[in-house]
């Protein structure tokens, strides 16, 4: 074998590493025997599995990530799904700056999204905490929704629509029978991947957290100012399998990458 | 209401924004009829069918069905039935849910709705498809599902955008049969748009020619085949010689040229390939083409008209290329036109 056919294989070790390597460092601390998060493990034990699940902060800022996320997803599709529908069927005029308008939240880092919502909307309009991370995690949801039930919606021609207000449906009765059934796999799938951004979601989310009300990763973050042990990362390990369970559900059932 | 216009379009006039696309449009047809729109794309033929299943806002004029206005009723309450040129099938339902649609809205169930779903399903011979999806089905068999659908409502007006385009040669004859079964069978109010001439004649009581927004020519086929009122239907139906008349005599590069016979009174006239006469006669050609089609020859001949296009019978002694030949262009033959552009 000369260099240049070693090229690629390498290339690809390499990339894989990156991206798989951290990961697999993770998994293996949270194996770990000793007391401090450390790489390689010392011994092998499920002690700090065990221990993910007592911690009583993990508990509520658990519960508060998986509503921000089913809350601020299902909330994100309520509000994207008629959007979309308007943007994909009517040539309304403005169309490309609502588009423009809707996306932003991918494009503006998370920190300026979250420092505007603190600084302009939570200060001086007393917005409670609960209610403003459930806002903020709609808006940063509400693009990937927008763009996954728009793509799925373009994939359906609008004639079935006329066709079934021909046959004595109304035009609301012929969105909800023709229309929604054929775009729910879109529908899904941006459920799946609002829920993963939204639960993944820390910059927004550190700059609205308050006393007592935390989402789960900025609760980690500050989990580990204070405790050095591998709970952490076993909380991680526990996480990415869910969310690696999700993902290959949905591909399976769902053919997920269609719309992503 | 008179017999003669159940359904009827006064003045209907319809645009896209600013656009005017149909103006002034006048037509009537009568309970039962079977009605082609014929025309060249973009000439309104949708915007029309659209305007009368209720799917495009009328801009002026009214659209009027068994005696009641229906210009501002929606679509949904005007029992007009359309089949689309890409059959618009839900393809998330099965074809007997696809059949059974409209019925279930308007309340029908059980045995009543079922006996109703099959018997649809049996008039265009699906009633072993019925639990398939539409994506598994052949273009012509979703073209009936889309036709049973439609018909099992019964609609007092059933319009077919571009029915057969998408079909190959040998399913569009077929289908074309279909069609005009299924007209007569139910006595249903029909009219279907068609790009090609031999299936409007072949199938329409009566044609309407449109063209730019506006009808050029209504009439039976054979008045259509025959009598084609303006040099653009004559050219949409064949007349491949069309000359303008100026008083009477024809414009040559050598001056005007009387024709033989009667000096009719018309802004124009038309001959077919066939309606020429070739070997003697007031005018001169050179032969610049011949194409041989089985039972009979075509010429194209330089003239001092123009090109000049004939067709004789192949029996007859050929002309070589470059051949020098006097013809005839028979008034007593020609199409009259009174409109010619
Ligand atoms: N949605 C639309 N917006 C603006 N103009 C339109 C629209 N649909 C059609 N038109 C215009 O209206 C005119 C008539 O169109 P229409 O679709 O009725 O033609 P058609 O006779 O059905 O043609 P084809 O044989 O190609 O289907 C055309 O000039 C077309 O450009
Ligand atoms: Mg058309």
């Known amino acids: ?260 | 209401m008179s017999d003669a216009s159940y359904l009827s379009l006064e003045k209907l006039t319809l645009a896209y924004g600013d656009t005017v696309a149909v103006a002034d449009l006048d037509l009537d047809i009568r309970k039962g009829e079977l009605i082609a729109l014929l025309g060249p794309s973009g000439c309104g033929k949708t915007t029309t069918m659209r305007a009368i299943a209720g799917l495009l806002p009328v801009k002026s004029g009214q659209v009027r069905l068994d005696g009641a206005d229906m210009t501002r009723v929606p679509a949904n309450k005007r029992a007009v039935g359309l089949v689309f040129q890409s059959y618009a099938l839900f393809p998330h339902l099965s074809v007997y849910e696809n059949v059974a649609f409209g019925l279930k809205l308007k309340g029908m169930r059980g045995a009543e709705l079922d006996t109703k779903v099959q018997a649809g399903l049996k008039s265009v011979g699906l009633s072993s498809f019925a639990n398939r999806k539409p994506a598994e089905l052949s273009g012509g068999q979703q073209q009936r599902v889309a036709l049973a659908r439609s018909m099992v409502m019964e609609p007092k007006v059933l319009l077919l955008d571009e029915p057969l385009s998408n079909l190959d040669a040998r399913l569009r004859l077929e289908m074309r049969t279909e069609l005009q079964r299924v007209q007569k069978e139910t006595g249903v109010t029909m009219i279907f748009v068609t790009h090609d001439q031999a299936e409007a004649l072949a199938l329409a009581d009566r044609i309407v020619v449109m063209k730019g927004g506006a009808i050029e020519q209504i009439g039976t086929p054979e008045d259509i085949y025959n009598r084609p009122v303006s040099s653009f239907v004559a050219d949409f139906v064949g007349f491949e010689n069309i000359f303008p008349l100026e008083g009477g005599k024809l414009r040559t590069s050598g001056g005007l040229i009387e024709l033989s016979g009667e000096a009719p009174s018309a802004a124009g006239l038309a001959w077919r390939p066939r309606m020429v006469t070739l070997g003697t006669g007031p005018f001169r050609g050179t032969v610049r083409g011949t194409s041989f089609a089985g039972d009979s020859r075509e010429y194209l001949l330089d003239t001092s008209l123009g090109a000049i296009k004939a067709e004789v019978e192949a029996a007859l002694p050929a002309h070589a290329l470059g051949a020098d030949l006097l013809f005839d262009l028979p008034a007593g033959k020609a199409a009259l036109l009174s409109k010619f552009s």
């Open chain 1, 1 to 260: 074998m000369n260099a240049r056919s070693l090229f690629i294989p390498v290339t690809l070790f390499l990339v894989i590493a990156f991206l798989i390597g951290p990961f697999l460092i993770i998994v293996a601390a949270s194996f770990s025997a000793g007391e401090t998060l450390a790489f390689p493990p010392q011994g092998f034990s499920l002690r700090w599995i065990a221990k993910v699940f007592t911690v009583e902060s993990f508990q509520a800022s658990f519960a508060m990530s998986l509503f921000l996320a089913i809350g601020g997803t299902a909330a994100a599709l309520v509000l994207g799904i008629p959007a979309s529908y308007a943007l994909s069927r009517y040539k309304l005029p403005g169309a490309e700056i609502v588009r423009t308008v809707v996306s932003a939240p991918i494009i503006v880092p998370g920190i300026i999204v979250g420092l505007a919502l603190l600084r302009y909307i939570v200060v001086p309009f007393q917005v409670g905490i609960t209610l403003a991370l459930f806002v903020a995690h709609t808006a940063l949801v509400l693009p990937y929704a927008v763009r996954v039930v728009s793509a799925s919606l373009d994939n359906l021609r609008s004639d079935i629509e006329e066709a079934a207000v021909l046959l004595g449906s109304s035009r609301l009765g012929a969105f909800f029978r023709v229309v929604m059934p054929n775009i729910r796999g879109g529908i899904m799938s941006a459920f799946i991947l609002g829920f993963v951004t939204s639960f993944n979601q820390v910059p927004v989310s550190l700059f609205l957290s308050g006393p007592g009300v935390r989402t789960l990763p900025v609760d980690m973050i500050a989990y580990m100012e204070i405790v050095f042990d591998p709970s952490v990362a076993a909380l991680s390990s526990l996480l990415a399998f869910l969310s690696i369970g999700i993902v290959f559900a949905a591909e399976r059932f769902l053919g997920f990458s269609r719309y992503v």
